[in-house]
């Protein structure tokens, strides 16, 4: 499967404990999204990266969150001293340039205790 | 931020029916205008998409409407069917990143 890959596809926690998430994207595109959806909402934008440089954050990104894409490919998503708040599903899409459809992963679902 | 008018917010159509969404914007820049297919449990997949130098696109049963004077574009599905159940929206923004609203969850029922 060629299309975008998300790690781990569940993930069960308790609040005020770090949690790290990854996305691979397709080979060949150098922008990778991340996004959040809660339950009967449409997916919000967090933060984006072209190649290894992170161009921009939304203000839904508080300073518990971090997102990396060191070397240019696969990207982490850190969430630190995680808060019932958290709980949502963690969307990442790739394209290739800013202007091209942007292909979603299956999502990391987050649950927070 | 613009605020998406996407109506109705959930929609039953018998199948064979035809299904019909509609997303109106604001922003008259805006050059591109898609819409998106998302199943539970999955993550949205481009459905169709449409620039404003057209009046209408269709693929398969699926076809998208734009209306510039309106500033509204629309998403019909025709001969509607139970794997069309999912939740669609548009987008929004004209641009990168991708902004969507509560979306369209639309139930096909035999």
């Known amino acids: 499967d060629t299309g975008v890959s998300q790690d781990p596809r569940h993930k069960i926690t308790k609040r005020g404990q770090n949690v790290t998430f990854r996305c691979d994207p397709i080979s060949e595109h150098n922008r990778l999204y991340w996004y959040r959806q809660t339950l009967g909402q449409g997916p919000e934008f967090l933060t984006y990266f072209q190649n290894e440089a992170q161009l921009e954050k939304s203000r839904l990104l508080s300073d518990r969150f971090s997102a990396e894409r060191p070397k240019g490919s696969f990207s982490t998503l850190e969430i630190q001293r995680t808060e019932q708040g958290d709980s949502a599903m963690y969307l990442c899409?790739?394209?290739?340039?800013?202007?091209?459809?942007?292909?979603f992963g299956p999502g990391t679902r987050l649950t927070v205790l | 931020q613009q605020q998406v008018k996407q109506s109705p917010q959930s929609l039953i159509v018998q199948k064979g029916g035809i299904s019909i969404i509609n997303c109106a914007y604001e922003?008259?820049?805006?050059?591109?205008f898609p819409w998106y297919q998302q199943f539970p449990g999955k993550g949205p997949a481009l459905l169709i998409a449409?620039?404003?130098?057209?009046s209408e696109k269709k693929e398969g049963r699926f076809t998208i409407s734009f209306n510039k004077s309106a500033k509204q574009f629309s998403l019909h599905i025709m001969d509607s069917q139970p794997g069309d159940s999912a939740t669609y929206f548009c987008d929004y923004s004209g641009n990168t990143p991708l902004v969507f609203g509560k979306g369209t969850r639309l139930s096909v029922i035999a």
């Open positions: 899409a790739s394209s290739y340039g800013g202007a091209d459809t942007q292909y």
């Open positions: 449409i620039r404003p130098d057209v």
């Open positions: 922003n008259t820049a805006f050059d591109y």
